[in-house]
């Protein structure tokens, strides 16, 4: 029976809050539930309980719970073929019947609704539909949560809007994907379009990491792995021509100073590892005195409050971007996928301050940022002043979920 004062919301796809983004959308959501709904509780499932628990020490209704299954038919049956020398065995999937002890499903994380570079489908995304098939069988509530959506291929659009259609709300981020999810056939009355819920994560005072020297400009820089392996075919190719054109820009604006923000922490490298891919540019820099690294793990609220420190913001992963223009710093959006126009669409009204990745060269660079740097007051109080509207439109998706439920 579904408990309809104090609802269990559980939370699936964010996975480890060593990723920024993911805990702001749960740093976000938690604070929308403490305002809108603060009779529910609400419970992530965590990739590590331990880590993800210390942020939240001494908050009340937020729960960090297990959703791996080690042992499935599925995965002894592919561990099996992989000892007989067939495929490479299973990752640990999710545990799918964890939707049962809750009343709420909100099916999360930015990307985890799209396709994989190759055309297929992620894993994650296919555990995230079959909970949700199993909380619409269930009667629960299924929703879609802080996500963009798509767009997906013809053959991969057929399966997961069969799963589309069985969510009670879908509130997506950005107009292109809202157009999208209509597009493609959707009830119109369950898209709604909101902001991301990590305009409400509030910073934590740390201090700027470097001394500011007079007339310096202090640009906050995050360049991700994985935004170079979307972009580029040649992966080393596209980290030469980014590194290059970061150090031509150093040479020819000495006041300029980069202070570069991880924001995906990872121990196993890859694309999901922005702090070694970090320190690599500081390694091949020759301007090694006006380039810095933010320390590792120091979580999304004090990175957050080291970019509301800097002049200007130029990055790559979306809730990076979030941190600076939710603390109205001037934002340059790196844009390697439809969401990063999106979100330059929804802040400024145009795609003037988003930058393909694959157009990057130091004339590029240094042109955006001159045009911010130009009237650097101008677009700061263009952002304090929208501050409310992007807090606002994040509220909608709690306030709706909320009534509609």
């Known amino acids: 029976m579904t408990n309809k004062t104090c609802p269990k919301i559980l939370m699936v796809g964010t996975g480890s809050l060593l990723n920024y983004g993911c805990e702001a959308i749960v740093q976000g959501t938690y604070a929308l539930t403490r305002e809108y709904w603060p009779e529910s509780h609400l419970f992530v499932a965590s990739d590590d309980i331990e880590y993800d628990s210390k942020l939240f020490a001494d908050c009340e209704k937020i729960s960090f719970v297990p959703y791996r299954k080690r042992f499935t038919p599925y995965r002894l049956l592919m561990g099996i073929l992989r000892r007989i020398g067939i495929g490479e065995g299973s990752p640990v999937r999710m545990d799918c019947s964890i939707i049962d002890n809750y009343d709420i499903y909100l099916a999360s994380g930015g990307d985890n609704y799209g396709q994989a570079p190759d055309g297929s489908l992620y894993h994650l995304l296919l555990d995230l539909m079959t909970i949700g098939e199993r909380a619409h069988k269930q009667k629960k509530y299924y929703a879609l949560w802080g996500a963009s959506v798509g767009p997906f291929s013809e053959e991969n659009l057929v399966k997961v809007k069969a799963n589309l259609m069985k969510t009670d709300a879908i509130f997506t981020r950005e107009e292109i994907y809202f157009h999208y999810l209509r597009s493609i056939g959707l009830a119109e009355d369950k898209i709604h379009l909101v902001a991301d819920p990590a305009f409400w994560m509030e910073p934590e005072y740390a201090p700027l990491p470097i001394e500011k020297k007079p007339d310096e400009l202090i640009i906050g820089l995050n ?183």
């Open 223 to 405: 360049i991700s792995p994985l935004s170079i392996h979307v972009t580029f075919d040649n992966y080393e190719q596209g980290k030469r021509i980014i590194f290059e054109s970061l150090d031509t820009l150093l040479e020819n604006n000495p006041k300029y100073r980069f202070l570069c923000v991880p924001h995906v922490m990872s121990d196993t490298g890859g694309s999901q590892d922005d702090f070694t891919f970090m320190r690599l540019y500081r390694d091949f820099t020759r301007y090694k005195s006006r380039v810095d690294v933010v320390d590792f793990g120091l979580g999304a609220r004090k990175t957050k409050s080291i970019v509301s420190q800097c002049d200007l913001l130029i990055a790559a992963r979306m809730h990076c971007c979030v941190a600076g223009l939710s603390s109205a710093t001037p934002t340059i959006l790196l844009t390697y996928s439809q969401k990063g126009l999106g979100m330059a669409d929804y802040v400024y009204g145009n795609r003037y301050f988003a930058l393909p990745m694959n157009e990057i060269n130091e004339q590029s660079l240094y042109k955006i940022i001159i045009s911010i740097e130009s009237k650097l007051d101008f677009y700061k109080k263009y952002l304090v002043a929208h501050q409310e509207r992007f807090k606002d439109d994040a509220a909608k998706a709690i306030i709706t979920l909320k009534n509609l439920y």
